[in-house]
């Protein structure tokens, strides 16, 4: 039979499994590498797609604690935006460090330190809550049992944890993919609209956990359309279109919404 243990989680780098391999007992744990930053900063940074600039030019600057919101219409690059964060997609142009590192450079360690929910969810859904939470700690080199445990109950699926994923809505699943992304405490954490298929009780639970993480130390990045639940959480704002950064700062007394209508209006 084939050896099933070093399949490829969807969508995750082969590196990060090789690396997590490493943790397994009997491994050699030499491999493993200790990494972490408390900022990120990009600098003229761009991504060409043939004659289509997806983003063009964006410098912007990270810190701990910061919750911010990508905010922009369809096609305006945040979605290129994460995926360079995450080291998914290749600047053209420009760079990212993460506390002055380059991922280039750092490729397998940076990644160790980055959480990312994206539109796909990573999940198996053949497999259970609690299987599929066990298989991405394994990943990570993370064997504690009440890590999955307290992952499932900030889930709020503690009773549904041995149940298929295929048995669960959208928001369920949703708040899974979550907790999947924060299992190995991410330095650094991405997110493409949280709050899809959510109901109001579960916003309030993720935005509740995304407000925890950050006073932890954490980086939250977080592109939404959801003016109204980004008032509130997101503590600064990056407004992009056409790929570019029109502006970006702390959020004012005078609320997400009306900032974001009078910066897009005034370009």
């Not at 990494?35 to 997806?54: I, M, N, P, Y």
């Not at 539109?119 to 009440?146: I, K, M, W």
């Not at 939250?220 to 502006?247: E, F, K, N, S, Y």
Request: net charge positive; glycine share 10%.
């Amino acid at each position: 039979m084939p050896d099933r243990s070093r399949q490829r989680a969807p969508g995750l780098p082969r590196e990060r499994i090789r690396s997590s391999i490493a943790a397994r007992p009997g491994a050699d744990r030499r491999r493993l590498v200790t990494f972490d930053f408390d900022r990120v900063e990009l600098t003229d940074l761009s991504r060409h797609f043939g004659r289509r600039k997806a983003v063009s030019r964006v410098s912007l600057s990270l810190r701990a604690g910061d919750i911010l919101g990508l905010l922009g219409p369809n096609g305006a690059g945040k979605s290129t935006l994460l995926g360079m964060l995450a080291t998914l997609v290749a600047p053209t142009t420009g760079t990212i460090t993460y506390g002055g590192a380059k991922a280039g450079d750092n490729g397998a360690a940076v990644r160790g330190r980055i959480g990312l929910l994206a539109h796909e969810l990573h999940l198996y859904p053949e497999l259970t809550a609690r299987q599929n939470l066990e298989f991405f700690a394994r990943l990570h080199g993370l064997s504690d049992p009440v890590l999955v445990t307290t992952a499932l109950e900030s889930a709020g699926l503690s009773e549904r944890g041995d149940d298929q994923v295929s048995s669960f809505s959208r928001g369920m699943r949703q708040r899974l993919a979550l907790e999947r992304a924060l299992l190995h405490r991410p330095r650094l954490i991405l997110l493409d609209e949280p709050f899809t298929g959510l109901d109001d009780r579960a916003v309030r639970i993720v935005a509740a956990r995304i407000q925890r993480i950050a006073s932890e130390g954490a980086i939250v990045v977080m592109a939404t359309h959801d003016l109204d639940l980004a008032d509130g959480l997101i503590t600064r704002m990056a407004v992009v279109r056409a790929g570019r950064l029109l502006w970006c700062d702390a959020v004012a007394g005078a609320g997400v919404r009306q900032q974001y209508r009078a910066l897009v209006e005034a370009s």
